[in-house]
């Protein structure tokens, strides 16, 4: 039975979907082609019938991902966007949270295609929150992200009832809530 174009790309994009979500909760090494196509629902033998590579939907995945995270945030009121994304509840839940936090560590060994994705979501998440003041308000965003995304990965590296996980993002919190009151 022939599949419409328009099934294709349905079909696609829920494999792009599940994969951001899979990518993001185990790594890029900790998710097997055949692992992905089971999740998203499809045989193993499809996968190459949509991408090139592993590398190929790496790639979209984090695209994917980053949209995802682009999306919720840009309506978001700072202060509480602030607090959401240094909570446990999202420190907890990686497949469904920032791709930056899940996955920069990762990212950084993988090929150039799947950095300048980052590097571009790094672009627009910087210019999202942009503010006047020249190149020091831009040193400035981008110690504010480097801050938010490493408390959810040191918070992460910790084991889950550690005392010390939440404190990380406790003191990042504050010091990020701190620094949006003086703006």
């Keep these: 039975m022939k599949v419409s174009k328009a099934q294709v790309q349905a079909n696609r994009a829920h494999i792009v979907e599940t994969a951001a979500a899979l990518f993001r909760e185990r790594g890029y090494d900790g998710v097997s082609v055949a692992d992905?196509?089971?999740?998203?629902?499809?045989?193993?033998?499809?996968?190459?019938?949509?991408?090139?590579?592993?590398?190929?939907?790496?790639?979209?995945?984090?695209?994917?991902?980053i949209a995802q995270m682009e999306a919720r945030t840009s309506q978001a009121e700072r202060s509480a966007l602030v607090r959401q994304y240094l909570s446990r509840e999202h420190r907890d839940a990686p497949g469904g949270g920032c791709v930056m936090a899940a996955l920069s560590a990762d990212a950084g060994r993988q090929p150039d295609e799947v950095r300048q994705v980052f590097a571009d979501g790094i672009e627009r998440q910087l210019a999202a929150v942009a503010e006047t003041g020249g190149p020091q308000a831009r040193a400035r965003r981008i110690d504010a992200m480097?801050?938010?995304?490493?408390?959810?990965?040191?918070?992460?590296?910790?084991?889950?009832?550690?005392?010390?996980?939440?404190?990380?993002?406790?003191?990042?919190?504050?010091?990020?809530?701190?620094?949006?009151?003086q703006a």
């Design 36 to 65: 992905l196509m089971n999740a998203a629902g499809f045989t193993h033998g499809g996968f190459y019938k949509h991408f090139t590579s592993k590398a190929a939907l790496m790639t979209e995945a984090a695209a994917c991902g």
């Design 146 to 181: 480097a801050q938010l995304v490493g408390a959810v990965m040191l918070s992460r590296a910790c084991p889950d009832d550690s005392p010390l996980a939440d404190e990380i993002l406790q003191a990042c919190c504050a010091a990020a809530l701190a620094r949006l009151a």
